[in-house]
């Protein structure tokens, strides 16, 4: 059964600093892993989607990695903004069960003008 | 180019009422999911509706049904309302075939129980 866990759960930073997001998965069987930011009581933004072939997807000042090996997907944030602020979910859609994304409970990112 | 909307925003009903919420697919897409978020907690994987059938279901009872129109479009109802059905539902809709470019959500239901 397909586990996902982010480390750490809320993370605060000054403004301009660059920082890392973490999530692992149990299986390495994965289809795809996507993350997504949600602000308080919206829905979720997509931000970057990884397919199994890939090691890495960028977008603007983001940057995603997955290592499938190691159960491991980072997201990088450059140059942090106050309007980064939100909280970062990571999903893993494993084959054999494409459409059923298995959700962290996401890192509560604090960005301090 | 519309994204993924569901209607309503919002909703408050009585412990052993139904409810039902609406969703509409991102143009182009054909598969919608649906997703329970207890506060707090990363959102749970309900069901899978493509060619208006179940493809897939998580681990909720059978309180909880579905419906997929032929215009993409879905439903998710609710019977026998519990306080601990009170969440954020999400719908997501893909393309089933095709290049896959991951899946769009809309903005949520907020469903309180009292």
């Given at each position: 059964?397909?586990?996902?866990?982010?480390?750490?759960?809320?993370?605060?930073?000054?403004?301009?600093?660059?920082?890392?997001?973490?999530?692992?998965?149990?299986?390495?069987?994965?289809?795809?892993?996507?993350?997504?930011?949600?602000?308080?009581?919206?829905?979720?933004?997509?931000?970057?989607?990884?397919?199994?072939?890939?090691?890495?997807?960028?977008?603007?000042?983001?940057n995603a990695s997955l290592d499938k090996s190691s159960g491991r997907s980072t997201l990088y944030i450059a140059a942090s903004q106050p309007g980064d602020s939100a909280t970062y979910l990571c999903a893993a859609e494993g084959r054999g069960s494409q459409g059923n994304l298995i959700f962290g409970k996401g890192t509560k990112l604090s960005v301090k003008p | 180019d519309a994204g993924v909307t569901q209607s309503p925003t919002h909703l408050i009903k009585t412990r052993g009422q139904q409810v039902t919420l609406r969703c509409s697919p991102k143009s182009g897409h054909d598969t919608v999911s649906w997703y329970q978020q207890a506060l707090g907690q990363g959102p749970q994987f309900i069901f899978q509706y493509y060619e208006e059938e179940e493809r897939q279901r998580g681990n909720f009872p059978d309180r909880f049904s579905g419906h997929q129109f032929p215009n993409y479009s879905s439903e998710l109802n609710v019977n026998a309302l519990l306080l601990g059905d009170s969440a954020l539902y999400l719908c997501a809709s893909s393309l089933m075939a095709g290049a896959f470019y991951g899946y769009t959500f809309g903005s949520g239901t907020r469903l309180t129980v009292v």
């Open positions: 059964k397909q586990e996902v866990t982010q480390i750490p759960a809320a993370l605060s930073v000054p403004e301009g600093e660059n920082l890392v997001l973490n999530c692992s998965f149990t299986d390495s069987a994965i289809y795809n892993l996507q993350w997504f930011r949600q602000d308080p009581g919206k829905g979720l933004t997509s931000l970057l989607l990884i397919q199994s072939s890939q090691r890495e997807q960028t977008s603007g000042r983001l | -």
